[in-house]
């Protein structure tokens, strides 16, 4: 070999071998960047779901789903949680699962309103909703905060509270329950924002819920098929504190299970388009997340399928969907939107819409 020959050789190889391996890395970084711009049906439904997890540690099962992409989110009851130390190891593992399966933030959430509802016992806020309702909305923030401080430390980052409802009457079963701030529509707005604002300066999302009102309700409607016959007259003082959170970027509002025949006859507000679209974001103007209430209760009440229900949600645009029966229950209602998804039934264009708002919701955390 002609020795001048062979170091050209060796000088361009060193030339070439790296730019080689800069265009495949080039070429797999685009790969990337068009899949994470192009998701699969799957990631598209997956990231819809919010479910419950059975027990005090994720099932081996649950785990693969989180890490398989089947899972956006998890709620977490009283049934979940014993202490602080079990409950930050517990956000830990679940978290890590999506992160190992290369999976977006998965969000972990809780209902704690205060008062009655507190799923983390001896986390704030001290103060009931009746009682915040009582005091300056500064006193409603401080609770926020130091409720959104709380829930941090324990790897929680969804507190599905406030409660925006303002109850009609002493009939109201929100009222009864000790869950509504005011009588009033401005109080409730005022002290409702308060606690969101306060959540959201500790890098907790706030729901404020339950869209567009169930203050005329008489029953529950997580148990029970609710009819609200009230008038738009009549509902629109009870969208005032979501008219104050939108305008104050409000990120995820929640979707109540009672139907409103004065927007939509047929369908209740978590799977009417009319209310979730039209109302919440055509004419209020909101941008951030929507999420239904639990579907499970309300569809034994009607003789329904959850999975059922969960359809409807997805085909009216409705964001994300909340599912608090077993695992295997919430399993079975992945497969069946991901079997609609696949035939067609479920519009893509409102699959991805609904998909960016999810992710954009998880990357401000």
């Not at 062979?6 to 970084?29: C, D, E, H, N, Q």
């Not at 507190?159 to 009222?175: G, H, K, N």
């Not at 509902?235 to 009672?258: D, F, K, Q, V, W």
């Not at 039934?345 to 999810?358: E, F, G, H």
Request: no cysteine; aromatic share 6%.
């Amino acid at each position: 070999m002609n020795p001048s020959l062979g170091t050209w050789r060796r000088a361009t190889m060193k030339v070439v071998i790296p730019m080689v391996i800069a265009s495949l890395l080039l070429a797999a970084s685009g790969a990337a960047t068009a899949a994470a711009t192009s998701p699969t049906l799957a990631q598209l439904i997956g990231q819809k779901l919010m479910v419950r997890m059975d027990g005090l540690t994720p099932s081996v099962s649950l785990l693969a789903r989180i890490r398989h992409g089947e899972v956006g989110g998890i709620i977490l009851f009283g049934s979940n949680i014993t202490t602080a130390s079990a409950l930050v190891a517990l956000t830990a593992k679940l978290r890590a699962a999506a992160a190992a399966g290369g999976q977006p933030r998965l969000l972990i959430a809780v209902d704690q309103e205060g008062g009655s509802v507190k799923r983390v016992p001896w986390a704030p806020p001290t103060l009931s909703a009746p009682q915040m309702g009582r005091t300056y909305s500064r006193v409603a923030r401080a609770q926020g905060a130091s409720t959104g401080t709380a829930l941090r430390e324990l790897g929680i980052d969804v507190d599905l509270a406030p409660v925006a409802d303002v109850p009609s009457s002493t009939s109201s079963f929100m009222y009864r329950e000790g869950r509504t701030f005011s009588f009033s529509a401005t109080t409730t707005a005022l002290v409702a924002n308060a606690f969101a604002t306060g959540l959201e300066s500790e890098g907790v999302v706030p729901a404020m819920k339950h869209f567009p009102g169930i203050g005329f309700a008489t029953r529950n409607t997580d148990s029970y098929v609710v009819t609200i016959t009230a008038s738009k007259t009549a509902l629109a003082p009870g969208l005032l504190p979501y008219r104050t959170a939108i305008g104050e970027h409000i990120p995820l509002i929640m979707l109540s299970n009672a139907t409103y025949p004065a927007y939509d006859a047929h369908n209740a507000a978590g799977w009417s388009h009319v209310i979730g679209v039209t109302l919440l974001r055509r004419d209020l103007g909101f941008t951030g997340v929507t999420i239904t209430d639990s579907l499970d209760g309300t569809a034994n009440a009607r003789g329904l399928w959850t999975r059922v229900l969960a359809v409807s949600a997805a085909r009216a645009g409705t964001d994300m969907i909340l599912t608090t029966g077993s695992e295997a229950s919430t399993a079975g209602v992945y497969a069946t939107l991901l079997r609609q998804a696949q035939e067609g039934l479920i519009p893509v264009s409102t699959l991805r819409a609904s998909y960016d708002r999810i992710l954009a919701l998880k990357a401000g955390l």
